[in-house]
């Protein structure tokens, strides 16, 4: 009796298998659709906060619930004048402005920050190199107001980083072009999973808490 039981289960288990298997890809793509999706970084735009090859972990769901904030590293669809070929081909920036937001550089105001609504954004994020040098926070004066339901995004490493700066500067500053649509934000990147030894939460800089809604 025992050995039939045994032999039952068993034979139970192997019937069900193709089920259990079929259940979790089936989750597994659900979750990876509409919930939670890995990305690696094949640029140094955003170092060294992402430095190249390392993988993200991005939340699909959040923007489903509310609208993107300033400070916040999402990966979006670009648009077609930003690609480089690939159609769909996904980039990761940091959100810098979002709608109403009026932004601007002007190197000789004595601050050397970018200004939103008329404050000055501490940046410690933006790339410094093995000298200890950083980058400008831009490479030439600019001033812009973001349109409605766009996004002005910015890579860390601002001399390697294709953007809304420069594409706003290439495209004879229009800001439609050098903006993205709300609606191509795939998500949030929240945290860096690997490599193992540059595991970290992409939080919002502090910087950000100090700049006022536009008027």
């Not at 404050?119 to 950083?134: C, M, S």
Request: hydrophobic content about 40%; overall charge negative; cysteine-free.
């Amino acid at each position: 009796m025992i050995e039939e039981q045994t032999e039952k289960r068993k034979s139970s288990f192997w019937r069900e298998l193709p089920i259990l298997l079929g259940v979790a890809v089936l989750v597994a793509v659900l979750v990876r659709a509409f919930v939670l999706q890995t990305f690696y970084i094949p640029s140094p735009s955003m170092e060294h906060t992402l430095n190249v090859l390392d993988r993200v972990l991005v939340n699909k769901l959040v923007y489903d619930f509310r609208e993107p904030r300033r400070g916040e590293i999402i990966v979006f669809e670009a648009p077609s004048q930003w690609q480089s070929g690939a159609e769909g081909e996904d980039f990761i920036k940091r959100i810098i402005g979002v709608p109403g937001d009026q932004i601007s550089y002007d190197p000789a105001d004595g601050t050397g920050k970018l200004k939103i609504n008329g404050v000055a954004l501490d940046e410690p994020y933006i790339f410094t190199d093995e000298g200890g040098e950083q980058d400008p926070p831009a490479d030439a004066k600019f001033e812009v107001t973001v349109p409605a339901d766009r996004l002005w995004v910015m890579g860390d490493h601002r001399s390697a980083s294709g953007d809304s700066l420069e594409h706003f500067q290439d495209s004879n500053e229009n800001v439609m072009e050098a903006t993205i649509p709300e609606d191509s934000v795939v998500g949030r990147a929240f945290t860096v999973f690997w490599p193992v030894g540059r595991a970290t939460w992409l939080s919002v800089p502090d910087g950000f808490s100090a700049i006022p809604d536009p008027k």
